[in-house]
């Protein structure tokens, strides 16, 4: 007996009605008796000598206790890519918020007066925080592609720009927070929270604790949003809160308060991006000469995928035969930068949409027709030389963009008076994005799946991939549904804990519904394999027979790349990712000639995402990422003073709200990539990436005027319009 598929089909999500009732086990619900909370005593300066750590004699501090490097058990290092940041500093500072000791106390009141009474003794140093002028480097990368310098030798027009972006905070709804048990009678130290990344987080505390990970169990609770900022940062307070723990011998919080989690965690890096393009007398690309620098801050953290992710999307999704992309992250003594949705793509995005509008502007061309010419299409090669297949949705994308915008005889570049005040403008941005891990990353993870039959009839999924709001566990529940040909109320999604799930790789870069959900659809499809031909009888009554007479029950499905694809790690040459998503965005904005305000009135956006295993999440994911982005336009503001965030609270710290969404027109083109669980790829990332160059365009359409930084705020803009009116008068 089948059901009909819930693939394309809005299924209820398994988590949707605790979330909306109230009833979703957040960290800060967990109560824990006999627990004690946590801080961390931090650094007030960004760079300096650490000289020691002076402790108020008025205190009493039999009250509290106080981890210090020498307390831990194994090496004082905050694993991940590269061994450069400690979990507690020792002999030097490196940026202001580093954690210099810990404290436990049983109250909150009793914990404040301890840090207070805590006074760390830093001889400054000079700081660097011109990340363009920094010397130092964390991470480098170059790609090459033909002979650019004979290339733009032989170009009839070169157009050079510079662009800038600032950071941006991931502000999601629920702050970072974590719980922490002391070793419990078979050894195990057990860490509760809130992050995206179980398996990051027990390879941390292995490191830390010296102990195998066995002993070292990760327990995601529900997560009120990641966007990047749970990535890595969770390792960070799930060290802190266990050492903590062992220390004190009993369970310790630590749940930042919203000022706190501004001021410390990562955030998105900032970026300076030069381009010089040679065309041809025809419009046609034909070199990219392109430099990336981005601020990494005080430690490496995430920085290398970051960069790499930026690098391969910096020549966008245009053909030219001849390319140069070279990239850095600099160190300096900010806070560490870190993910954040899109990860170094919305920089180089940004960057390359500015510049084709530059150059179509240099060559008398309509921004959408000199995209659309110079466009990637099936048989054309990217920067790293991959080679593109069926999966490549760019005539779709832009037919059905143009159908709903008409963007193509927009007249770009003339004035649009709404008013005496207002202008309007639009303006378009075209992008792709590679899904799952680059190059060979995946292979070298192996992300693995299990499905399990229960006594039950009902079949158990078990993956490290979590659940942070975008909809994993209903997508997940749809793939085995289908795959099985039983409903969806035959399937359950086990809980995000390394004790119970395998290792299925990090719930980033777009890689949960292709990467993963392929291996669910692998899984599945050998537990059918197992149950025999199909009968006329439901798939729950077969599968409780199978178990009943002792049938190996749990089927396990690891990753394996598509036949085909190469990819040379030391070159950066190749197959970059298994396949991308194509998308084009239009803006429409209306700015305040008075104020320079600028209103985002309207927006579209068209999408390939290859199958949309849920349309309603997958245009939640479309329409929540444009919203970002916009943001990311002109809103956000992000600013340091001497190594410090001046944004430290939600008044200063802004964000769009439903308020300020413009209507958002979104258009789902499903060009199926045949290794993806029903053709899905992946859909999260994309959205991030065109939102801000479209905005951005539309601001130049309307004003005039160049727009080469975010946020294009209001005095942005109006000292940019002011020096385009003095060059003109003069």
């Known amino acids: 007996m089948k059901f009909p598929s819930p693939i394309g089909v809005d299924l209820t999500r398994p988590d949707g009605a605790e979330k909306v009732r109230g009833q979703a086990c957040y960290v800060a619900d967990v109560e824990v008796a006999d627990a004690w909370v946590g801080a961390a005593v931090r650094s007030d300066v960004a760079h300096g000598r650490l000289a020691g750590l002076d402790r108020d004699p008025s205190f009493d501090f039999t009250r509290v206790v106080i981890a210090l490097p020498e307390d831990i058990p194994g090496d004082n290092v905050q694993a991940l890519i590269v061994d450069d940041q400690p979990i507690l500093a020792t002999d030097h500072v490196r940026h202001v918020g580093e954690a210099i000791a810990l404290v436990a106390a049983p109250d909150p009141v009793t914990l404040a007066a301890a840090i207070a009474a805590l006074r760390p003794r830093i001889d400054p140093l000079a700081a660097e925080l011109d990340f363009e002028a920094a010397p130092d480097t964390l991470a480098e990368l170059t790609i090459e592609k033909g002979d650019v310098d004979a290339a733009m030798a032989e ?77 890595d940062y969770p390792s960070v307070l799930a060290c802190q809160a266990a050492l903590l723990a062992i220390k004190a011998g009993r369970p310790i919080r630590i749940i930042y308060d919203r000022h706190e989690d501004l001021q410390v965690t990562p955030k998105r890096h900032p970026s300076c991006v030069r381009h010089e393009t040679g065309v041809t007398a025809d419009g046609r690309l034909h070199a990219m000469d392109i ?176 659940e942070i709001g975008q ?88 990753y394996s790349s598509p036949p085909g694809l190469t990819w040379d790690d ?9 396949t991308y998503g194509w998308a084009a965005d239009v803006a429409e ?17 068209v999408v390939d995402i290859g199958k949309a295993i849920q349309p309603m999440l997958v245009r939640g994911q479309i329409e929540g990422g444009s919203l970002q982005a916009i943001g990311f336009a002109h809103r956000e503001v992000v600013t340091q003073r001497d190594g410090r965030f001046l944004e430290d609270r939600l008044a200063t710290s802004i964000i769009p709200t439903m ?32 939102g801000a160059p479209a905005v951005v365009s539309a601001i130049e359409d309307a004003l005039g005027v160049s727009v080469d930084r975010l946020p294009a705020t209001p005095e942005r803009l109006l000292e940019a319009f002011l020096a385009a009116h003095r060059v003109e008068a003069s």
């Open 589 to 605: 904005v209306e700015v305040d000639l008075d104020t320079f305000e600028v209103t985002v009135t309207d927006f579209w956006s």
């Open 291 to 466: 430099d990336v620098v981005l601020d990494g801050g005080a430690y490496t953290t995430l920085s290398p995928v970051v960069l790499s992710r930026a690098l391969i999307h910096a020549a966008g999704a245009y053909r030219c035969d001849h390319v140069r992309i070279r990239g850095r992250v600099a160190a300096t003594n900010h806070v560490p930068f870190g993910a954040f949705r899109g990860f170094g793509a919305p920089q180089t995005c940004f960057a390359i949409e500015r510049q084709m509008d530059r150059v179509a502007r240099e060559l008398g061309l309509h921004p959408c027709v000199f995209r659309e010419q110079n466009a990637l299409r099936v048989g054309d090669r990217t920067a790293t030389g991959q080679l593109l297949d069926d999966s490549c949705a760019t005539d779709e994308v832009f037919a059905q963009i143009k159908t709903a915008t008409a963007i193509d005889t927009w007249p770009w570049g003339a004035p649009k008076r709404v008013d005496e005040r207002r202008v309007r403008g639009r303006g378009l941005s075209f992008f792709f994005h590679g899904a799952g891990f680059t190059g060979s990353g995946e292979e070298r993870l192996k992300g693995r799946v299990h499905a399990t039959l229960l006594d039950n009839g009902k079949v158990r999924i078990a993956a490290g991939s979590t």
């Open 155 to 231: 170009a009839n027009v070169t157009v050079n720009g510079e662009y800038r972006t600032d950071s941006q905070e991931q502000l999601y709804l629920e702050t970072q927070g974590m719980i922490a048990w002391p070793p419990d009678e078979e050894g195990v130290v057990t860490v509760k929270g809130s992050l995206q990344c179980p398996h990051y987080v027990q390879k941390a505390l292995t490191r830390m604790l010296a102990r195998p990970p066995e002993r070292c169990r990760v327990v995601q609770l529900a997560t009120g949003g990641g966007f990047g900022g749970k990535e």
């Open 471 to 558: 909809g994993t566990r209903a997508m997940f529940t749809a793939i085995a549904a289908a795959t099985l040909g039983t409903t969806p109320e035959d399937i359950e999604i086990e809980q995000a804990d390394t004790a119970r799930v395998p290792d299925s790789g990090p719930t980033v870069a777009s890689r949960t519904c292709m990467i993963v959900g392929g291996c669910v659809v692998r899984a599945c499809e050998d537990l059918l394999a197992r149950l025999g031909a199909s009968t006329e009888e439901a798939f729950r009554e077969r599968a409780r027979a199978f178990v009943a007479a002792g049938g190996d029950a749990r089927a396990t499905a690891t």
């Open 659 to 690: 308020l300020d969404a413009p209507p958002m027109h979104v258009d789902l083109v499903e060009k199926p990539f045949r290794h993806g669980p029903f053709g899905a790829k992946g859909v999260g990332e994309l959205p991030m990436d065109g």
């Open 570 to 578: 030391a070159n950066y040459r190749g197959d970059a990712y298994p």
